[in-house]
């Protein structure tokens, strides 16, 4: 039925993720989900991610396209300096793309953009076309910048133990609020570039979010009550959740390379519930000392562990660790990590909190050990340990380190501890949750029904 729809309308809908794995994933989802529901989808990406691609499967049913964000292999750059860039290039790159299309059968008719990239819904304006940011961070964070934006909170905040009282949110301290809160001078265009998400909103048509009913109600109904926001997540490939849409064509936009088969074989030789998934994101970086804690918090746990490190981090690896690791653990560079959530022997994830992995664990019911870093992460870590109680936070030092003890208790309560059931519990609950949200007729699916009705209306 889902293919019937296909192709039944003209409706054509530019997507535009910016370049990080953690947003192109959730985008690719959504681009899948419009493109079952009659709508003509292209996937535009930016020529930076195009660089680092696997080829993609043929004949899917959402389109890949790409435009220049004026990457240049090899050329130094500050994070500051290649914001700057990717708005100026996407925007006349967009531009183009969207111009050329208009002699063509499908000329675009509206676009989404990535909420970060607020520049493109002028792109989208001043080319005749409507235009929606989609979020793709809570929207417990993004109302934290809203206070920020709106002076309900004053920057710079105090590192010293601050309480915060925001409306729809649980007490917040210091270190539960985005980084770039209590650090605003730290790069400054990625802090510009996160309040502006708020900019451009009067401007949009919709406002699609990658959160689901009953997963932050509170702070929703507040976000709602500025902005018309309509919860459409969790993005995750249906194969996931309500099987629904059989689709699990391979984009081919894969920043990093996984050996996806050595996971899978691994975790198929251990037990039920026994293996702690640990992976810190596409980003993060960790320091080498703090590296060290977590290679041996890992191995003096005596739990079986799949430790993502990415190419660029396995420097730091205590010499003689890959050595001494035993068949109870295994360092991947890169993990097929939906497929490892959804493994039956994955009993628990360490996670940096990035809102895609909270929203994957959640969404597959595992429990975690929030180990937050920056941006919106810490943010996410509380929702984990104290509003929705699926996992544990790890404790922080004095010199800012989280020590190999500390790793292997909070490895431990998650897994055998007396909170465990309760953990498993409330994780069972939530991914139920997800699962009706995405279902038919669920709350995030008449959201996109809505969505798609008013456009092909239009
Ligand atoms: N991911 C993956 N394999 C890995 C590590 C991460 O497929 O080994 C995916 C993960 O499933 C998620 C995305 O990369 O969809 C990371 O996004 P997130 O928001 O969690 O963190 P970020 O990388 O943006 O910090």
């Not at 004949?59 to 708005?87: C, H, W």
């Not at 050990?369 to 919106?376: E, G, R």
């Amino acid at each position: 039925m889902e293919k019937e729809q296909r192709g039944a309308s003209k409706t054509h809908v530019l997507l535009v993720p910016f370049p990080l794995q953690g947003h192109i994933n959730p985008m690719i989802q959504l681009s899948k989900r419009l493109a079952s529901k009659r709508l003509k989808i292209t996937l535009v990406s930016t020529s930076s991610a195009r660089i680092s691609m696997e080829g993609r499967e043929a004949d899917s049913p959402v389109e890949v396209n790409f435009i220049s964000d004026g990457y240049q292999e090899g050329k130094a750059e500050t994070m500051d300096e290649a914001l700057e860039r990717i708005e100026t290039e996407t925007s006349l790159s967009l531009a183009k793309l969207i111009e050329d299309l208009k002699t063509t059968e499908y000329p675009a008719k509206f676009l989404i953009y990535d909420s970060i990239m607020p520049w493109m819904m002028n792109v989208a304006l001043a080319q005749g076309l409507e235009g929606a940011p989609f979020f793709t961070q809570s929207c417990a964070a993004t109302a934290i910048y809203a206070h920020v934006h709106q002076g309900t909170l004053k920057l710079p905040l105090p590192l010293e133990e601050t309480q915060v009282m925001l409306p729809g949110m649980p007490e917040l301290r210091s270190n539960d609020l985005p980084s770039l809160v209590y650090d605003p001078c730290s790069y400054p265009a990625l802090h510009k570039l996160l309040l502006g998400q708020l900019l451009n909103l009067h401007k949009a048509s919709f406002l699609l979010w990658n959160t689901f009913d009953g997963l932050e109600d509170e702070v929703v109904s507040w976000m709602a009550r500025q902005w018309p926001i309509k919860p459409v997540g969790p993005t995750i490939p249906s194969i996931y959740l309500d099987k629904r849409l059989e689709d699990d064509i391979d984009y081919g936009l894969n920043l990093f390379k996984s050996n996806s088969d050595a996971c899978l074989k691994w975790l198929d030789s251990k037990g039920i519930g026994s293996v702690v998934y640990v992976s810190f994101g596409s980003l993060a970086t960790v320091g080498a000392e703090q590296m060290e804690e977590v290679a041996w918090g890992l191995k003096n746990s005596n739990i079986n562990f799949l430790w993502v490190v990415r190419e660029s981090e396995v420097k730091k690896l205590p010499t003689s660790f890959l050595e001494e690791i035993t068949e109870r653990g295994l360092v991947v560079s890169w993990s097929p990590q939906l497929q490892v959530l959804a493994h039956k022997s994955v009993g628990c994830f360490v996670t940096h909190c990035g809102w895609n992995s909270v929203l994957e664990a959640l969404s597959l019911g595992v429990p975690m050990v929030a180990m937050p870093y920056w941006v919106d992460q810490p943010t996410n870590a509380k929702f984990v340990k104290d509003v929705w109680q699926v996992g544990v936070r790890v404790q922080v030092n004095e010199k800012g380190l989280v020590e190999k003890e500390e790793i292997a208790r909070c490895i431990k309560e998650v897994m055998e501890g007396e909170r465990r059931l309760e953990m498993k519990r409330n994780s069972e609950r939530l991914k139920e949750m997800a699962r009706e949200a995405v279902d038919k007729g669920g709350s995030s699916d008449k959201n996109i029904e809505e969505f798609v009705r008013k456009l092909i209306h239009n």
